[in-house]
């Protein structure tokens, strides 16, 4: 018991021992002392210039400012990435000097003295306000609206070469180069111009594409156009602005786009398809009861809606078959509404059911008080070879002898 005591109190103190130098050995991080060194853009070392020298994405950061020599030291962990930020009111630099697993040694920074340009934009009548001026370059791009005066300044950045750079919509964009060594003044001169804008309008129901004539193609603020027989219409528009066309024709839903017009002719097709609906015909709207008229179902582009719903007055008979066909055979007497119906749309057609007895005959009834012609009376002459009836009985005895004989010879004929 006594020999297990001790080894406890043993095996405590050396784990108390122990355990901060591991401890402190697995946490612990090398450091190294980095030399910083401002140049200006001549490379000569600058002192008493503002820097903050952060490293490992902000693991670690500290604000430090050149010694007369343009020198200053700081400690970093061994191997990081350190970024040298240059925070002077009198130097500075577009971007942070980065440098990869620093190992002790000389980092080098180049500061710069400020550079600004003050820039007037003005048109044929005069200032133009809102033009967007844009300086870019030496690892920067700085953008800025012209005031009421059409001036905008862009600075202080590093000195050096610089793109420059005005737009306004309605206007042809103007670039141009700019050293700034200072403070430098620009006037910029905009000139106005105009492109062709042509709107092609189609139905992409179809493969390819079909022409969609009489659309209205609205350019806002622009014109409302007629698209002709090709499906097309054009007009001219500002340079270097953005429109809304919308394309829009009975029966076909609207679609609208925005089109940016650059600095030459833009072209542009809106595709909208027919609005969904559906139909229904029946072959006969006057049935016989019992007998059956054929309902066909299609949709906005005249194809069979299959396994759409048919009611008569409300009640549900039956769904259309693949070809969109229901064949309804009629019960009732009188008016009937059929009605059609798929994905919330819709279409009804009136059936009228009626007896087969009770169809309209027209019917001609003859006229019971017309006058009847009565013949008159033939005189007969009675005098001796005259048209007496001694006579007249001899010539009908002869015709009777003929048409008997003609009788007969026709019989022999057969």
């Not at 072209?267 to 139909?279: D, F, H, I, K, W």
């Amino acid at each position: 018991m006594h020999r297990s005591l001790v080894r406890a109190v043993v095996l405590v103190v050396l784990v108390g021992v122990v355990t901060p130098a591991a401890v402190g050995g697995a946490t612990a991080q090398e450091q190294t002392t980095v030399t910083v060194t401002v140049v200006d853009q001549a490379g000569d070392r600058v002192g008493d210039v503002d820097l903050t020298v952060v490293w490992n994405d902000g693991e670690g950061s500290e604000n430090v400012t050149t010694r007369a020599n343009g020198q200053v030291l700081v400690d970093v962990p061994e191997g990081a990435t350190v970024e040298v930020r240059v925070t002077d009111d009198e130097y500075l630099r577009n971007r942070p000097a980065v440098f990869f697993g620093a190992d002790g040694g000389e980092l080098e920074v180049e500061a710069s003295l400020p550079g600004t340009t003050r820039v007037t934009v003005t048109d044929s009548a005069g200032p133009v306000e809102g033009a967007t001026v844009r300086l870019s370059g030496q690892g920067v791009t700085r953008s800025v609206d012209t005031d009421a005066e059409g001036v905008a300044v862009l600075g202080p950045v590093e000195r050096g070469s610089y793109g420059l750079r005005v737009s306004e919509p309605g206007y042809l964009s103007n670039s141009t180069g700019v050293n700034l060594t200072g403070e430098v003044n620009r006037t910029v001169t905009l000139r106005e111009a105009d492109r062709q804008l042509t709107v092609r309008v189609v139905d992409d129901h179809f493969d390819p594409p079909r022409a969609l004539p009489d659309a209205t193609v609205d350019i806002e603020g622009v014109a409302a156009l007629t698209t002709g027989n090709n499906g097309q219409r054009g007009t001219t528009v500002a340079v270097n602005t953005d429109y809304e066309v919308t394309a829009t024709k009975d029966g076909y839903e609207s679609v609208t786009r925005t089109v940016s017009v650059g600095e030459s002719d833009e072209s542009v097709t809106l595709a909208v398809q027919r609005e969904e609906a559906v139909s229904v015909e029946a072959t006969s709207t006057r049935v016989v009861l019992g007998e059956v008229t054929r309902l066909t179902a299609t949709d906005e582009y005249g194809q069979p809606v299959a396994g759409a719903t048919v009611s008569v007055d409300g009640t549900e008979v039956g769904q259309t078959d693949d070809r969109g066909v229901y064949d309804l055979t009629v019960e009732s007497a009188g008016n009937q509404t059929v009605t059609v119906s798929t994905d919330g749309l819709s279409s009804s057609v009136t059936i009228e059911g009626f007896e087969p007895d009770g169809q309209d005959t027209p019917t001609t009834a003859a006229p019971t008080d017309a006058p009847t012609d009565t013949p008159e009376p033939t005189e007969i002459d009675t005098t001796p070879g005259g048209g007496g009836p001694g006579f007249g009985a001899a010539v009908g005895l002869t015709a009777l002898a003929v048409l008997v004989g003609l009788a007969l010879a026709r019989a022999r004929d057969a």
